[in-house]
């Protein structure tokens, strides 16, 4: 262990192959000389080698007979023009990108979200890109726990077994703060809390699948997490701040599911991604250009790249024979190859881990297993 290096980095780097071991030292090592240098892209660039050089959704491999469900996924391409939201240029939604590849390599794919219209729209542009797709639209609102499991109970009438859940829907928030019926913060409601009871709900499912993983989709901004002291953002809230206290806490669910499952047998793989900076609809529709979030990320038009390329790392994690369950994957260069990202929730020691599942548990009444 480094000087440098936390508990649990430490544990991790443990967990890992020696090859991905000495990748992850050289990572935590970049990520600690990027804070000082205050040039964490340049420190990353020249340290974290890609796992999958030149990776593409085309060589994902066949996915005929996986039954995939994807939270969000209904954002279709739309063009943002100029003076809208820096920078112009064609948005669309992660979870749609991830949505569209896999039903292109022939997965039963399960498109959940709040909005029928939008749904709809996405499940037809994707059969109009490719006509064999099987792929549909199932309500779901994860502001909400009795839509979860009313959603939950639909999908266990339905099918038997879940092969791919990505947890990939998400807010970055509102202007002001609000609260769900619940009195819960909605990021904090919807990214964490209401995503930790679809994935207890569909438990049983997935582990009736077929090689089954779980992705959670984390973000850059879990950095600014210093601590989970205010977990719904009731003394100090701004979006940004929501966002990234929900974002470290998903990151670090992630990480104690992972050691569940293992732990319990339960045989699924489950990693963390985040997609980099992309054009998705996530500020504009959010909290907007105005907000604290908006501001800093609109400050480098430079770094977004095409959702195509944000998604890559969620379709390697999900798909690729070569993934590591526990780990944490994004874009690792400007080519957005994919690689295991520096940590983004250096706050997750295991302590924390399981104050974090007590809270959990308690907010939606369920546990894991
Ligand atoms: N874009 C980036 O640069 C970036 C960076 C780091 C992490 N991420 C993560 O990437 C993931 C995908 O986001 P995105 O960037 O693609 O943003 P997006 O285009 O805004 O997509 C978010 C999706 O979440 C859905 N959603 C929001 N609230 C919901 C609710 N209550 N119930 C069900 N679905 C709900 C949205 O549906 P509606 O259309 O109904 O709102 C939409 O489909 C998120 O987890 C985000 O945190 C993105």
Redesign the pocket.
């Known amino acids: 262990m480094t000087d440098t290096m936390n508990i649990h980095e430490a544990t991790l780097a443990e967990a890992l192959s020696p090859i991905d071991r000495r990748r992850f030292l050289a990572l935590s090592g970049a990520a600690s000389l990027a804070a000082v240098v205050g040039s964490r892209v340049e420190a990353q660039q020249a340290a974290i080698p890609s796992v999958a050089p030149g990776w593409s959704a085309a060589d994902i491999p066949s996915q005929v007979g996986r039954t995939v469900v994807i939270?969000?996924?209904?954002?279709v391409p739309q063009t943002i023009p100029e003076g809208t939201f820096p920078p112009a240029g064609v948005y669309s939604?992660?979870?749609y990108q991830d949505a569209r590849a896999l039903a292109a390599k022939g997965a039963t794919v399960i498109i959940a979200?709040?909005?029928a219209a939008?749904g709809g729209e996405a499940v037809a542009l994707i059969k109009a890109e490719h006509p064999s797709a099987n792929i549909r639209f199932e309500q779901?609102?994860?502001?909400e726990l009795a839509s979860v499991k009313a959603f939950s109970d639909r999908i266990q009438s339905q099918v038997d077994r879940i092969d791919l859940l990505i947890n990939?829907?998400?807010?970055?928030g509102t202007p002001d703060r609000r609260v769900n019926g619940n009195g819960h913060e909605l990021c904090w409601a919807?990214?964490m809390v209401?995503h930790f009871s679809l994935t207890a709900h569909l438990l049983p499912l997935l582990r009736n699948g077929s090689s089954p993983r779980i992705v959670f989709?984390?973000?850059?901004?879990a950095r600014r997490a210093t601590a989970f002291d205010d977990l719904q953002t009731e003394k100090d809230y701004t979006p940004l701040k929501a966002y990234a206290v929900s974002?470290a806490a998903l990151l670090v669910m992630t990480r104690d599911l992972n050691r569940r499952s293992a732990e319990a047998g339960w045989g699924i793989h489950i990693t963390a991604t985040?997609?980099?900076?992309?054009k998705?609809?996530?500020i504009p529709?959010?909290p907007g250009p105005d907000s604290d979030f908006g501001r800093s990320i609109a400050s480098h038009p430079e770094r977004f790249r095409p959702?195509e390329l944000?998604a890559l790392s969620t379709l390697y994690a999900a798909t690729h024979p070569a993934a590591q369950a526990g780990l944490y994957y994004g874009p690792v260069n400007e080519q957005y190859e994919v690689g295991v990202s520096e940590d983004h929730a250096t706050i997750g020691t295991p302590e924390v881990a399981a104050q974090l599942y007590e809270e959990l548990s308690k907010a939606t009444g369920q546990g894991m297993g």
């Open positions: 939270t969000g996924g209904n954002g939604g992660l979870g979200s709040r909005n939008k779901l609102d994860l502001a990939n829907a998400a807010t970055a919807i990214n209401g989709l984390s973000s850059g901004a974002k985040h997609p980099g900076t992309a998705t609809f996530l529709s959010g959702a944000g």
